[in-house]
Every structure is written in structure tokens, then in C-alpha cells.
């Protein structure tokens, strides 16, 4: 496997790592694009949200509950915003299943993402 | 309770429904932007990511399953992006647990949306 999350995951790739439990690793992006710019990985490799089975929704749900303590842990509850890009034309870079935490902003205008939701 | 999402849920406001079972509905958000833009939204009323608690996780997955169904549907597998805005300062708007769907750009470089990862 030449997946660099599965490198991060067995260490075998450095990254700045926020928090990390058996089923979950959380690393800063080293490209941040917010204050606050974090991921959220499952250990699982799973491609992307369209590779995501009946068999997975437990994990889903404990990704985003490691987002919620990883925000509070960082100050922003209350305050960010979690994206997945999935697939190539979604903008899917690392084909590792991830979760994009973005915060610390100082205030909603400071938000510089013109075209999000 | 005054929550257009629990109103749209029970009927009691329009919407351009997409899908529904007993858990969740799917809407098209009336101000799009992008040419898909639907809210993926658990019937159960959540304010937001940051009141999500272990029970919860199946219903989370259940979201994202239907997600990714409702993009296939949509002719938009492998080129979507899902966004969850948390708290006022992450630009939530309506305090009911939505996922946004976004996708149906002509290509990669149309996806007008500059400070997204």
C-alpha cells in the first residue's frame, strides 16, 4: 500500500499528531487552510465516503464524534466547519477516507471561503 | 419548537423533497450554490455536530450513507463535496443537523470555492 495516511498511521511518515485512539488518528494538515486545519482519519483504509458500507456506520459516527472533542480540545466549539471532498472532481487529493476540521477563524468574516455553504 | 427544518420534516412547510425513510430527509436547499445542492437531514432535532453524543452514531452513518446514495442518484458519485457548518461561527444558519451535498460542476476548476481544502 502506498497510501501516505496509512504511512502517518503506522508511523512510518511523520505528522503532528492531535489525537489517535485504536480506530482513529487526528494530525494537523501540513497545508493549513484555516487557523485551525486538522484531519480526522479512520485507521480502516477506506477510499472515500463512496467506498462507505452499511458495516461502517459506527465508525462514521466516532469520527465525528472524535471532531467534536478534538474542536472543543482546540477552543472552536461552536466555531468550524468539517468537510469531505470525495472523489477526484470533489476535490479528493489523498484517496484515504478523511475528515477536514477547519476553525479558529476570528470571526465569521473572516471566513475566506466565498463560494462555501 | 420553531425549526423550518422539523416544520419541513412534518410537512407543515414546502420543500423539493428527494428522499425520505424514517430516520431522514433529503431537500434541495432553495438558495443553491452549486449546481447540486441538497440538505441531507436526520428527522430527529440535533442543533448541530457539537450536540452529537455516542448514541448518535448510527444515525450519523446512516446520513452519510444516504449521501452518498443520494449522489449517485444525482449522477454525482466520485465528485461531490459534504460540508457541516457548526455553530453561528461556523457559518450554521438553521440549528438543525444538516448535511450540505454539494456537487454537478463541469470540472474540478469550476468548483468556485477558493479557501475550501
Redesign the interface.
Known amino acids: 500500500m502506498d497510501c501516505i495516511f496509512c504511512k502517518i498511521i503506522k508511523k512510518e511518515s511523520p505528522s503532528m499528531i492531535i489525537y489517535e485512539d485504536k480506530d482513529i488518528i487526528a494530525f494537523q494538515?501540513i497545508r493549513p487552510?484555516?487557523p485551525v486545519?486538522i484531519l480526522v482519519v479512520p485507521k480502516e483504509h477506506i477510499p472515500?465516503?463512496?467506498q462507505?458500507?452499511?458495516k461502517?456506520?459506527?465508525?462514521?459516527?466516532?469520527i465525528?464524534?472524535t471532531?467534536?472533542k478534538v474542536?472543543?480540545d482546540q477552543g472552536?466549539?461552536?466555531?468550524?466547519?468539517?468537510?469531505?471532498?470525495?472523489?477526484?472532481?470533489?476535490?479528493q487529493i489523498v484517496f484515504h477516507l478523511h475528515l477536514?476540521l477547519?476553525?479558529g477563524?476570528k470571526?465569521?468574516e473572516d471566513?475566506?471561503?466565498?463560494?462555501?455553504?
Not at 461502517?56 to 466516532?62: F, I
Not at 471566513?111 to 455553504?117: K, S, T, V, W
Open positions: 494538515n487552510l484555516a486545519h472515500s465516503v463512496d462507505l458500507e452499511e461502517h456506520k459506527d465508525l462514521v459516527g466516532k465525528f464524534l471532531a467534536k474542536a472543543a472552536i466549539a461552536g466555531a468550524y466547519k468539517i468537510v469531505f471532498n470525495v472523489g477526484e472532481g470533489g476535490g477536514h477547519l476553525g477563524w470571526s465569521k471566513i475566506d471561503m466565498p463560494g462555501m455553504p
